[in-house]
Each structure stands twice: as structure tokens, then as C-alpha cells.
Nanobody, 125 residues
């Protein structure tokens, strides 16, 4: 059973920062391809960041909307994935989900197949 449990959401003013954490456990998904998706008001759920560790290192991929502002990282020893979010904008408001890929193939933030419960992020003055 897949367990992807996020934490760290909240409310912040524009320009502020938040750090999301995700504890992963269980099985049925790839632990070498993890990341984050979000659903903002009026839009479908979309992937925004992925981290691939299947080659011994860490390759990171970001959607253009968060490039340069968000940083994804993973601590495999603690079964944790993080999303550091800086310079937050009102359009970043939404529900954020920790996500994973289940099947083989290219690891990318557009390819996630499972996600857990969400955590709300609100950016407002």
C-alpha cells in the first residue's frame, strides 16, 4: 500500500517561503522517482517537481512555473522528500500532493501515477 503523507502547508504572504515535507512508506511505487503535484483553483492537478535517484545521484526536474523558486530534495535514510518554496506568489495557492511513479520508464513530473493526501498552501496579502 502506498503511503505518501505531506506536511508543512500553511498561509504566507507573497514573497514568503514554505517548506513541504513528505514521509513515504509502503510499497507499490518507485522510491527512485518521487515529487510533487499541485492543484490550483480552476486548474487540473499538475506535476511541478520530480527527483530521480535511480542512478545513484539525484536528477531534479521542475515545471517552468516554479523553476528557480522551488527546490526538491530527498533524504532516503529518513524516507522523506521535501519541497522548499521561495518567493511564493498568489498563483502558487493550492493543494499540494506528494507523488510517485509506479511503473518503469522516464521519471518526470508529468509522469506521476500515485499521490497521497494534500496539504494546503495559501499565498495572500
Amino acid at each position: 500500500q502506498v503511503q505518501l503523507v505531506p506536511s508543512g502547508g500553511g498561509s504566507v504572504q507573497p514573497g514568503g517561503s514554505l517548506r513541504l515535507s513528505c514521509e513515504y512508506s509502503g510499497d507499490g511505487y518507485r522510491r527512485d522517482c518521487l515529487g510533487w503535484v499541485r492543484q490550483t483553483p480552476g486548474k487540473e492537478r499538475e506535476g511541478i517537481a520530480a527527483i530521480f535517484t535511480g542512478h545513484g545521484g539525484a536528477s531534479k526536474y521542475y515545471d517552468d512555473s516554479v523553476m528557480g523558486r522551488f527546490t526538491i530534495s530527498q533524504d532516503a535514510a529518513k524516507n522523506m522528500v521535501y519541497l522548499e518554496m521561495n518567493n511564493l506568489k498568489p498563483e502558487d495557492t493550492g493543494e499540494y500532493y506528494c507523488a510517485a511513479k509506479k511503473t518503469s520508464g522516464y521519471c518526470h513530473y508529468k509522469n506521476f501515477e500515485v499521490w497521497g493526501q494534500g496539504t494546503q498552501v495559501t499565498v495572500s496579502s
